[in-house]
């Protein structure tokens, strides 16, 4: 046994039931809230599977034969998918609430600013999807990785609300591939010490959708949402505790407070471990070479990742093999994606099940001389991968559609009949900054008419930045404390935009039509000064349109709701303002370029305090009416 503590205690079993109103029910199970209306229509199942820290750039789908031939062959592939905040925690907090994380204010993996105590204290154990899906009348299940900071010490206290079967992974042992810890229902933790973690997920998965199987059969047709959460890809990460104390498993939570602190006397990080019947795959494949991958010429980017410098031969190989240790890692997701698209077929419940695929945030490689990690703003970090099928869900299909986490939420509570009509109008109440994503063919189409959806995805991080490699040289760093930077990725008709603001004052712009791996920032002081900056952008004077992103950060970066939706309607309440095209109309130009407030940090913080955040859009913007300020208009 690893540690002796009483909640590891192999075979103890506690009652996974519970009565209301003299019947047996199974844990989590929550009434239905009186004057719920009877739905026509048949909720569909919903399976939704969620990896972790896997690529879309560096092309970890093209290894993934079986997730190509049961989700993207049978549904629809999203390429414009962002994460909002590019680190674990934060980032599944948005996704199971549907709210940025500067509304969530889960901004980090542990406490102070994050982790599940974080998202307790929030209030969100009685506030996120499962908790919504049971009011709506759906079984509710999910085995995996849900939140960081989630441990053998605190599972209990409380326990995750909003679940019928759950099995959680716990820390300190969440990413330990060959070390797992898994909690059951309101069972005490159970070691699997020796044992391959995405295996033995994958067994417990195939066991709830049993379960659900059979309540969908026999037990009134309810309805099921299942959460499956492999740990892979992300590096595996072993805990350095000399005893069972919960002073070590606390200590194992805490960040670094400055970059002279050691980590490593916590934990060690190493590259993904696959299952040995993968570990001979691959051999010859490297990171693939795009002009950004380790530049010689040049650092990219501001702050820290402007520092940065060029890999040596040694380093390069490691992160080569750091890559194919995640590509092999994979395979095993892509065997429990086959196991799970057949064991719904064996069911009969496929053509009535809805499957996502996605992942939490992205990951990085030897981009921009980066070591393996996450948390940046570029492209290889926040846009992940998105597959769909099911009902009407065309076959096949690539979107180009803009899409993020915060719209995941909106669109699984449609799908059962939580939002839209009458009875189900609960958008208010569920507080939602996304809006659903179109899945049919025809929803699509609608969705490219002009004002129809959005073209923007809020992009936030706070606090600090970590490579996961291995630390080649005497000087080099692991990680770095200011990483603080708002930013909004704008995708639309003739432009392909990203800006952002850092807490240091530092700002990037890159034009990624021209750019598209990001290595020109059109902000950096030395291009202005040089005059190599362009004198035009999208055909408007380049700071012109530097003024227009500015102004959009600026309502995005605290907006809650639909103005987190529909963010040109806050500084354009006549409606006229739908898209960035609109907005660079002339006669708007006094009112962005001299009358609003930029976008500035009075300081660096690691975590949301609105105090260090600079001024409010909600106390301290314009509106384009009369000239007054967005409190005085609303």
């Not at 299940?141 to 959680?168: C, E, I, R």
């Not at 009969?348 to 981009?367: A, K, M, P, R, W």
């Not at 926040?382 to 915060?406: D, M, Y």
Request: hydrophobic letters at 35%; one cysteine or more; aromatic letters at 12%.
């Amino acid at each position: 046994m690893r540690f002796s503590t009483a909640a590891l205690v192999a075979g103890l079993q506690v009652s996974a039931a519970f009565v209301v109103d003299g019947e047996q029910k199974p844990l989590g199970f929550r009434q239905k809230p009186k004057g719920t209306a009877t739905k026509e229509k048949k909720q569909p199942n919903i399976v939704f599977i969620l990896t972790d820290d896997q690529d879309l750039h560096l092309q970890s789908l093209d290894y993934l034969p079986l997730v190509k031939k049961h989700l993207a062959d049978e549904g629809t592939t999203y390429k414009r998918h962002y994460c909002t905040t590019a680190i674990c925690c934060p980032a599944r907090v948005s996704l199971w609430t549907g709210k940025q994380a500067h509304n969530t204010n889960v901004t980090d993996v542990s406490p102070p600013y994050g982790g599940l105590p974080k998202f307790i204290s929030q209030g969100f154990n009685e506030a996120y999807l499962p908790v919504w899906l049971q009011e709506a009348g759906y079984d509710t299940y999910y085995t995996g990785k849900l939140f960081n900071a989630h441990t053998v010490d605190n599972y209990d206290s409380p326990y995750l609300a909003g679940w019928n079967g759950s099995d959680f992974l716990l820390d300190p042992y969440t990413y330990s591939y060959l070390n797992a810890t898994f909690q059951r229902n309101r069972d005490p933790p159970v070691s699997y010490e020796g044992q391959y973690s995405v295996d033995v997920l994958a067994e417990k998965a195939y066991g709830f959708l049993d379960d659900a199987a059979r309540n969908v059969h026999d037990d009134g047709g309810r309805p099921f949402f299942f959460g499956i959460a492999p740990i892979a890809p992300h590096s595996n990460i072993e805990p350095r505790l000399l005893s069972s104390s919960s002073e070590d498993v606390n200590t194992l939570h805490r960040r670094p407070t400055s970059e002279e602190d050691d980590i490593e006397q916590f934990v060690s990080f190493t590259p993904p471990i696959p299952a040995t019947r993968h570990a001979h795959l691959f051999p010859d494949v490297v990171v693939p070479r795009t002009p950004h991958f380790n530049p010689s010429s040049r650092a990219s980017g501001v702050s820290w990742i402007s520092h940065l410098p060029v890999q040596s031969a040694e380093d390069v190989a490691f992160n080569d093999h750091f890559y194919r240790q995640r590509l092999r890692t994979l395979q095993s997701v892509d065997e429990l994606v086959a196991g799970v698209v057949e064991r719904l077929e064996r069911h009969g419940l496929l053509e009535d099940t809805y499957v996502f695929y996605t992942s939490d945030n992205g990951y990085h490689i030897g981009q921009h001389r980066l070591q393996p990690g996450k948390e940046c703003g570029f492209e290889e970090d926040i846009n992940v991968p998105l597959i769909v099928r099911g009902p009407g869900v065309k076959k096949g299909s690539v979107a180009e559609v803009v899409t993020s986490h915060v719209d995941l939420a909106p669109t699984v509570l449609k799908l059962a009949g939580a939002l839209g009509g009458d009875d189900y109008n609960k958008e208010e109440e569920y507080k939602l900054d996304g809006e659903a994503i179109p899945l049919t063919a025809a929803e699509l189409a609608q969705a490219k008419e002009k004002g129809k959806r959005h073209e923007h995805v809020t992009v936030e991080y706070w606090g600090l930045a970590l490579s996961e490699g291995r630390v080649f040289g005497k000087d080099a760093q692991r990680f770095w404390t200011n990483n603080t930077y708002k930013a909004v990725r704008i995708l639309g008709e003739g432009y392909n935009l990203y800006y952002s603001v850092w807490c240091s004052g530092e700002h990037e712009l890159y034009d990624l039509q021209t750019d598209p791996y990001q290595l020109s920032n059109l902000l950096d002081p030395s291009s202005l000064a040089s005059g190599k900056t362009p004198s035009f952008l999208l055909g408007a004077p380049f700071q012109k349109v530097v003024a227009r992103l500015d102004s959009l950060l600026f309502v995005l970066k605290s907006c809650k709701g639909k103005t987190c939706i529909r963010p040109w309607e806050a500084l354009h309440p006549a409606g006229n303002v739908q898209n960035l095209h609109d907005a660079l109309s002339s006669r708007f130009d006094t009112f962005y370029e001299k009358e609003q407030k930029r976008v500035e940090f009075d300081r660096c913080e690691k975590g949301y305090i609105v105090e260090a955040e600079g001024p409010q859009f909600e106390t301290d913007g314009l509106v384009y009416r009369d000239g007054h300020r967005w409190d005085q208009w609303v």
